[in-house]
């Protein structure tokens, strides 16, 4: 497997107010393989962007290296910020005053590119990004949705191969949300470009990303492929709505473990979380027994907010 990011024993302290010391990392080692959307994620303060920003070289870290490419963001810096391209939290990396496209152009002037290529690339770009109406417009007269896929397309721009993506999808709304989305999905199948990426949305998560670290308070506790966590956590959950239950039902199911009971409209509906198939004989079992009437069984599907909850309440404890 091609590795694009090492990231080895990173160790970060923060002198905050007042002369307190606030550990952000501690000794986070990951490694992220070419072509493909890693999420980086974690609570509020986790250190997702104190991570981030040391692999851009912003932040110093007291210990520990990262190496993009082959090259060492400390020793070989400019060789291996070379290789990466950033959007950082809440940032917009453009400027307000220039139209999409003479940013394009800027952006992709100071890394060097060669003119000849871009009069073609640009146009595309800003096509594909659904900019092209907008083209000669100022900057800061675009929506928050087109001001933030013009800062991805800069990033694009660029030609380099790694993007490290601080929140990309924060503050917008779903359709910007989905079109950013499907954008980056599309840079890495046809580009074989990697996209490092850090959100709060779970939903983002399982659309987008194939393998995921999770951070909490400065520690990993989570390095897997996305499939992976989901089977891991998959519990089978079940959902029954039935008719009315006799007292001795009701106690009858109140005895099988995990299951939970709760009053709807013309009955009652249980909730199953199992791993032990047999749970679902018993409380059919006991529905059979007075021949309730059952409404609807529904599978419930896991989702990966909950085994981020999960992840981060085992952490906890
Ligand atoms: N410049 C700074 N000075 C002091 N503390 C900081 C600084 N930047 C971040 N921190 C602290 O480091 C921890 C990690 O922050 P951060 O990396 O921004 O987390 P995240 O991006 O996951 O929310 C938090 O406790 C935060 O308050
Ligand atoms: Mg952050």
Same mark, same amino acid.
């Given at each position: 497997?091609? &590795? ?18 606030? =550990? ?11 072509? &493909? ?7 509020? *303060? ?8 040391? +692999? ?33 939290? *809440?940032?917009?990396? &453009?400027?307000? #005053? ?11 002037? +100071? =890394? *060097? ?6 009069? #073609?690339?640009?146009?595309?770009? !800003?096509?594909?990004? *659904? ?12 929506? #928050?949705?087109?001001?933030?896929? !013009?800062?991805?397309?800069? %990033? ?23 079109? &950013? ?44 492929? +996305? ?12 959902? !029954? ?8 039902? =009701? %106690? ?66």
């Amino acid at each position: 497997m091609d &590795i694009v990011l090492k990231v080895n024993n990173l160790t970060k302290t923060y002198s905050g107010s007042e002369g307190k010391q606030v =550990r952000a990392l501690e000794e986070i080692s990951f490694e992220v393989p070419r072509g &493909i959307i890693f999420g980086l994620l974690g609570p509020n *303060g986790a250190g997702k962007t104190t991570t981030i920003k040391s +692999i851009c070289g912003l932040v110093q870290p007291d210990a520990g290296s990262i190496s993009v490419n082959g090259w060492d963001v400390q020793c070989q810096r400019a060789k291996a910020l070379a290789q990466l391209t950033a959007v950082l939290e *809440g940032n917009r990396n &453009i400027y307000w #005053r220039l139209t999409p496209r003479e940013n394009l152009e800027f952006f992709a002037a +100071i =890394r *060097g590119r060669k003119p000849r290529r871009l009069n #073609r690339e640009i146009p595309e770009l !800003l096509e594909v990004f *659904g900019l092209t109406e907008k083209a000669n417009q100022p900057v800061r007269k675009l929506s #928050r949705g087109m001001q933030q896929k !013009l800062a991805l397309a800069v %990033t694009l721009v660029t030609g380099a191969p790694i993007l490290l993506l601080d929140e990309p999808t924060l503050g917008l709304d779903v359709k910007a949300s989905y079109e &950013i989305r499907s954008l980056l999905r599309r840079i890495v199948q046809e580009e074989q470009r990697t996209v490092i990426i850090t959100t709060h949305d779970m939903n983002v998560v399982q659309d987008i990303c194939q393998h995921v670290v999770i951070i909490n308070e400065g520690r990993i506790v989570a390095n897997d492929n +996305i499939q992976h966590l989901l089977d891991l956590f998959q519990v089978r959950s079940y959902d !029954l709505v039935v008719g009315q239950l006799t007292p001795g039902q =009701r %106690t009858g199911l109140e005895q099988i473990p995990h299951l939970r009971l709760e009053p709807v409209n013309s009955g009652w509906q249980i909730s199953l979380d199992m791993e032990n198939p047999t749970l679902l004989w018993q409380a059919l079992d006991v529905l059979g027994s007075e021949q309730t009437p059952i409404e609807s069984v529904s599978r419930k599907e896991l989702n990966f907010e909950k085994v981020f909850m999960e992840i981060l309440g085992g952490a906890k404890a």
